[in-house]
């Protein structure tokens, strides 16, 4: 696909992943108002586990990478490098987007497994506190995600990058074509799940 063409699909899907977004925020909204989180807390980032994306959202994280100068994005991907590295030994990790100043380098661009977590009370080694209401809303966004990305995968963000780094899947993907026997050998080891239902 062309350069201007990932580009158009690229808006297109941030815009279906935005709704998605707008419809938890909304939904969740009286189960989050008294979450404690705030910038610079990152602990969701660092103890909570993996940081997952699907396809879609790998792509819009990719197009905002791809966005910045070179130097930038090199530190991104020696980061993103680093974090698959590690993640074959296993455990918990510091996201390969948090700064050292524990923010958010992507915010505007982070996937839903981002933007479901808050907590109803400070969280320093014991995990959010979240309302049930909201992690059974979480998982209908998780699940209408997935089946938007029908033709998709989800796993740890720093692998579905990986996978888009690809060009010849990136292109099969963005044409909608589906064949989980063309990653097989990438996907399985990585923990990515096919989306498709």
């Known amino acids: ?39 610079g807390c990152a602990a969701c980032c660092i103890e909570v586990g993996r940081v997952d994306a699907t396809t879609m959202e790998g792509m819009s994280i990719r197009g905002y990478l791809h966005s910045l100068p070179k130097a930038r994005r090199t530190a991104f991907e020696k980061a993103l490098v680093r974090d698959r590295l590690r993640r074959r030994e296993g455990g918990f990790l510091r996201c390969p987007f948090l700064q ?42 998780v699940a209408e995600l997935q089946h938007l990305d029908r033709n998709g995968y989800c796993g740890p963000v720093s692998y579905v990058l990986e996978l888009l780094d690809d060009n010849a899947f990136r292109s099969f993907y963005l044409a909608g074509e589906f064949d989980p026997a063309r990653i097989m050998a990438f996907a399985r080891p990585r923990g990515l799940a096919i989306n498709s239902r």
């Open 1 to 39: 696909m062309a350069v201007d063409g990932e580009r158009s699909a690229i808006a297109t899907m941030r815009g279906q992943l935005a709704a998605v977004y707008e419809r938890f925020d909304a939904a969740a909204a009286p189960f989050r108002a008294g979450a404690v989180c705030r910038v």
């Open 100 to 141: 050292k100043n524990d923010s958010c380098a992507i915010y505007a661009w982070r996937p839903f497994s981002c933007r479901q977590l808050y907590s109803l009370h400070p969280c320093t080694g014991q995990g959010p506190t979240v309302h049930r209401r909201s992690v059974e809303l979480a998982r209908d966004a």
